[in-house]
């Protein structure tokens, strides 16, 4: 019986270990996707997509300072790549100066962020690691 119980065990942890791999057959840490998003970070039926990169040379600077899209059902997904070992993040904020989303701070990798109740105007796009903002790491996004 216990060799029965031992044999179980085994196989279940076999299992799982297997299930966690990807393709390659190197495990990866299983999703968990928000309840408001999706696994890849944006919301159903967010078409509305802007795409933005930190300096591949290593400046404190995305590769464009204005970006535009238009909004659909008031989510906008925001795709950041940053090539540098340097950590950097995609952060929106309105009018007033308030936050309303971005992307979470990344090096070396890429990020997609969703945010949503935006509605036609400008805002301000940038860095909020403390210094990347002043030194010019932000930029205008046009919401049409």
Known sequence: MKRLLVLSV?????VTVAACGDDDGAAVAPESPSSAAESD????GAKATIELEADPDGDLAYT??????EV?????????TNPQSETHDVRLEDVRGKVVGGTERIAEFRDS???KGL?????????SVPGH???G???TLTVR
């Open 10 to 14: 085994l196989t279940l942890a076999a």
């Open 64 to 69: 464009t300072d204005s970006a535009s899209a």
């Open 41 to 44: 970070g944006s919301f159903p």
């Open 133 to 135: 903002r002043e030194a």
């Open 119 to 127: 509605k036609p105007g400008q805002y301000t796009f940038f860095c």
């Open 137 to 139: 790491m932000e930029g």
């Open 72 to 80: 659909e059902n008031g989510y906008i997904t925001v795709n950041f």
């Open 113 to 115: 962020a969703s945010v």
